[in-house]
């Protein structure tokens, strides 16, 4: 840690901090439409001023009781960056540190009163909460619905791993939840994610909150989203964090959920597409038994006198060994 931030209690050093610090934007982006409905504030630059983590920085801040008064310090700057977003529609999702609530400095009320000052609806503004520092008790739990009632939406983020649990989400009762990418990862190949996911959108539809699937890296995984139900995306796929201070309502996706014909994915299933002659039910055995010596397949499909199928028999099951 840099010697200099020994002294970074007083208010002016919190400002150099401040100062220093800078936000990139990700965008969150609804892709059956391609518009961005939010962008999630992320710091940068804290390694120019002393530490190797943004953990680290604010553990320090709260370990000399300052955590509250750089929030809000960083609250103002990120809001004040945001405006044009915000004339826009589009969300702000900011990160609280859950410790700010114990902080002896804590006042309630600040944000609202400086949204309003800028005539910004607070509904615009999205607490991001997750429980690297747990939230169980009941100050912590009370405040958070203090924010809820001025009008903030609440975001449990990387729901589904570490301490943020199912316990959590009936506690907290967020109004949006962001799914770790440890569960978007290989979506399309492991069934169990898979599963877990699904069960996430029936839980959804049942207690009112939305969904929105973080570290979304590539267009599978859109496609497999898309299928399960989820269209709220934010990943390096969509584009990764900037220092940007013009926000628009739109960005241009290099994607499309109009997944045509797959030529390709044709092609490759007529490959393996091969024609075999049915057997008729009222056939003999003994033809029966002449059809499987000469032919090397699977399945064999059995129609009726009108050559309508009536079943498919499995040979590997029944007879091959």
């Given amino acids: 840690m840099n010697v200099y931030y020994k002294n ?57 009781n300052s955590l509250h008064i750089l929030d809000i310090n960083l609250r103002k700057k990120a809001i004040n ?27 309630r009320g600040f944000t609202k009163e400086y949204l309003k000052s800028l005539n910004i609806d ?21 405040i958070i619905e203090n924010y809820r009632q001025q009008g903030f939406k609440i975001a449990l983020d990387d729901f589904g791993v570490g301490n943020v649990c199912l316990e959590t989400l009936y506690r907290l009762r967020p109004d949006i939840v962001k799914i770790d990418g440890f569960f978007i990862k290989e979506l399309g190949e492991d069934i169990e994610k898979k599963a877990i996911v699904e069960s996430l959108v029936k839980l959804s539809n049942t207690l009112n909150y939305q969904l929105i699937a973080e570290k979304v890296e590539n267009i599978n995984q859109i496609y497999e989203l898309d299928d399960i139900g989820i ?26 959920l109009k997944r045509g014909t797959h030529s390709n994915l044709k092609e490759e299933i007529i490959k393996k597409v091969y ?20 032919l090397d397949v699977d399945y064999l499909p059995v129609v009726n006198n009108n050559n309508i199928p009536v079943y498919l028999i499995n040979l590997k099951k029944y007879i091959k060994p």
């Fill in 81 to 107: 960056l945001f405006i044009d977003g915000f004339k826009k529609g589009i969300k702000l999702f900011y990160n609280i540190d859950n410790r700010v609530i114990e902080d002896k400095n804590y006042q």
């Fill in 275 to 294: 024609k075999v002659d049915p057997i008729r039910i009222n056939d003999e055995v003994s033809y029966f038994i002449n059809v499987l010596k000469n």
């Fill in 231 to 256: 269209n709220l995306v934010q990943g390096y796929y969509i584009a990764k964090p900037e220092f940007i201070t013009s926000f628009k309502d739109k960005i241009s996706l290099d994607f499309s």
């Fill in 122 to 142: 607070p509904s615009l503004f999205v607490f991001e909460v997750s429980e690297r520092h747990k939230i169980s008790d009941i100050l912590g739990l009370e």
């Fill in 8 to 64: 970074f209690s007083s208010v002016l050093d919190i400002n150099r901090v401040v100062n220093e610090l800078e936000f990139a934007f990700q965008p969150i982006v609804n892709t059956k439409t391609g518009i961005v409905i939010g962008y999630e504030a992320l710091l940068r630059n804290y390694q120019n001023i002393g530490f190797n983590t943004l953990f680290d920085l604010f553990d320090y801040a709260h370990s000399i």
